[in-house]
Structure formats: C-alpha cells, structure tokens
C-alpha cells in the first residue's frame, strides 16, 4: 500500500513569491491534514480537508490556503512569502473515523 | 484550549537503560499520538491509544494513556543506539477531526 506522498520534497523561494505544495493521500483516505515545523514554533496545525471541504483550521494568515480535489489530493498554497514562512511541511493521511494520521516525507521550503 | 506538554525535553541515557517519556494534555482528548522523527525526515507513526488504559508495545517500546491523569507515557525498556531520535506526543483536539495538538519533542540521545 502507497504511503502519504508529498511534492516537491525541497523548494527555495524569494521573499514575496507563492508557492504550492501538493500532498497525495493513501489510497482510500479522505482526509488530509496540513502541518508546518519550525525550530521555534514546533509542529503546528495548518489545516484539514475532509471530502473537499476544509473541516478544521488553525491559527494561521490567510496567505496560508489549501484545497482538496475529488481524488482526496490535496494542494496548499502560501502567498507572499515571508522568511519566517521556511519550515518543514508536512501533511497527514486518515482514514474515516480520525484514528488515523500518518504523514509524508514533508516539503521543505526555504525563503531567502 | 488543548495544550500537550512533554517532559523532559531533552533525554541523554545509557544503552541497556529504560526511561519514560511523560505527555500531559489539557483538555478532554479521544485519542493519543505517539510519533518518531530522525533529523531531517518525516514523522513515523508509532502508537495510537483511543481509551483509557490502553497499553501498547512495540519492541522496546510501550506506550500507554491515562485518560483520567490526562496522561500517556512511553516507556523505552533496555535502549539500544538505535532508538536514538525526537519522540512525539499528540492529541486530538476535535473528536473524529485530523486536527492534532502535538507536544514539544524529547531528543532522545542513547550512548554506547
């Protein structure tokens, strides 16, 4: 069975630029979660889909957006990228009863 | 709000020794994460308890939750080098949702 697959694995983007990053579920999984990791922040919640939908969202700007398309993929988008914005991101993958989160190899993303 | 608190953060031990790690949340929880992350890579899903008293082990680790204590531990018994990583604790916040809280992290160090 395919794990969670997350592209691009690494990106360098300028200060101001957009950036998408896309997240490929495990087969069967209908919902897809969005984390950032920083050293000082730690792992933080971004955002979840559900069928389609956002269901959940954390504390984030509203550069920070997402979508998920009919086949569960799911894409993230940050406009006008900020230094503070590099960190690790990583999605997770769950099944339908939430007692599942499994995650990608993440997108690294580094803004100069 | 769902606060998650690790202790300690940072864990240097002997091979051969156990230990536990401490995670306490805030708030009402149904279900408990325990993940492991080697530098520069993604997270490795370890455990998941969904009620009180749930004992898991795998190898040399074991996991456990207290849902009364707000508690889960995860107990490393006769640690080898190669359990060498950051562990993770993290918790639903939303019954039936992928909208994780996670804790700070144990860097776990195992000296030959």
């Known amino acids: 069975k395919a794990g969670v697959t997350q592209t691009p694995r690494y990106l360098i983007k300028t200060r101001g630029q957009q950036v998408t990053l896309s997240c490929s579920p495990i087969?069967?999984?209908?919902?897809v979660s969005w984390y950032q990791q920083t050293p000082g922040q730690g792992l933080q919640f971004l955002f979840e889909?559900?069928?389609?939908?956002?269901?959940n969202k954390g504390n984030f700007p509203g550069r920070f957006s997402g979508r998920q398309f009919s086949n569960s993929r799911s894409e993230m988008n940050v406009s006008t990228l900020e230094l503070g914005d590099s960190a690790l991101y990583l999605c997770?993958?769950?099944?339908?009863?939430?007692?599942?989160?499994?995650f990608g190899q993440g997108t690294r993303l580094t803004v100069v | 709000e769902l606060k998650v608190e690790q202790n300690p953060l940072f864990l240097s031990m002997q091979e051969g020794k156990n230990y536990t790690i401490y995670c306490n949340y805030s708030?009402?929880?149904?279900?408990l994460y325990w993940y492991r992350q080697d530098p520069g890579k993604s997270l490795e899903s370890l455990f998941v308890?969904?009620?009180?008293?749930a004992v898991k082990q795998e190898g040399r680790l074991m996991a456990s939750l207290d849902t009364k204590a707000r508690l889960s531990t995860l107990h490393i018994t006769a640690a080898v080098h190669d359990l060498s990583a950051t562990y993770f604790c993290?918790?639903?916040?939303?019954?039936?949702?992928?909208?994780?809280?996670f804790g700070q992290g144990t860097r776990l160090t195992i000296n030959p």
């Open positions: 997770a993958s769950g099944g339908t009863r939430g007692d599942q989160a499994f």
């Open positions: 087969s069967g999984h209908r919902s």
């Open positions: 889909y559900f069928s389609e939908t956002q269901r």
């Open positions: 708030t009402t929880s149904d279900r």
């Open positions: 308890l969904l009620s009180n008293g």
């Open positions: 993290a918790a639903g916040q939303i019954q039936g949702a992928q909208k994780l809280v």
